[in-house]
């Protein structure tokens, strides 16, 4: 079974300029996140998807973020305008919901995003 | 504070030796807890949860402490291919995870 993956694996562009990331989940996992880590510090929630559906968007930094998952499947991420801080390792994630446990979330390679 | 706090190390351990280390979580309300394993520049990938009751899986043991907001794991008969960064997770609410800064561990022959 395919795992998540990510395009494009590294990006690197200028201040000012737009960048899309794509994520494609597991086959069939309802639930799909986003996560990122910038330098020296911790991995950090951005947003969740449940097909569709944004359920939560509170780790998003700012409006230069927009994310989409049009017909529950794959999801983009775009960033515009790209700032210096905004480098780092965009992670995706996907997951099915289990009846009484806590689903496991499975995480893509990542996209590392460089801005000059 | 930190919501999720590791020891960044690294821990030094000589093959074939035991190693503990532990994370502190700061929300008392969080629901359910992990261990990931992350390989330099690759993805977090899930080494195993963490029940109240403890848990082990092979040479790994992880316990959770709820009263003292702590959860630890141990490494057993550690491997060359054990090296790597060890992240504690925590689920507060929802599917959103809050991941410490991890714990690096350097296996050594």
């Known amino acids: 079974e395919a795992g998540v993956t990510q395009f494009p694996s590294h990006s690197v562009i200028e201040k000012g300029q737009t960048v899309t990331l794509r994520c494609d989940p597991i086959?069939?996992?309802?639930?799909l996140y986003w996560y990122r880590r910038v330098m020296g510090k911790e991995i950090k929630f951005l947003l969740h998807?449940?097909?569709?559906?944004?359920?939560?968007e509170s780790g998003m930094p700012n409006n230069r973020f927009l994310a989409e998952r049009t017909g529950g499947t794959y999801s983009t991420l775009k960033v515009q305008p790209a700032e210096l801080e905004d480098s780092g390792v965009y992670f995706c994630?996907?997951?099915?919901?289990?009846?009484?446990?806590?689903?496991?979330?499975?995480f893509g390679p990542g996209t590392r995003l460089t801005v000059l | 504070r930190k919501e999720v706090e590791q020891d960044p190390g690294p821990f030094n351990v000589p093959e074939g030796a035991t190693v503990a280390f532990n994370c502190t979580y700061s929300?008392?309300?969080?629901?359910?807890f992990f261990w990931y394993r992350q390989d330099c520049r690759k993805e977090p990938k899930l080494l195993m949860s963490?029940?109240?009751s403890g848990n082990e899986d092979g040479r790994f043991t992880a316990q959770l402490n709820r009263a003292s907001q702590y959860i630890s794991l141990l490494i057993r008969d550690s491997k060359l291919s054990d090296s790597a960064t060890y992240l504690c997770?925590?689920?507060?609410?929802?599917?959103?995870?809050?991941f410490g800064g991890g714990t690096r561990v350097l296996v050594k022959p």
């Open positions: 994630a996907s997951s099915q919901p289990q009846t009484g446990v806590q689903d496991t979330q499975y």
């Open positions: 086959s069939g996992h309802d639930n």
């Open positions: 998807f449940v097909k569709e559906s944004k359920q939560d």
């Open positions: 929300n008392s309300a969080s629901q359910s």
């Open positions: 963490v029940y109240s």
């Open positions: 997770v925590v689920n507060q609410s929802g599917n959103k995870l809050t």
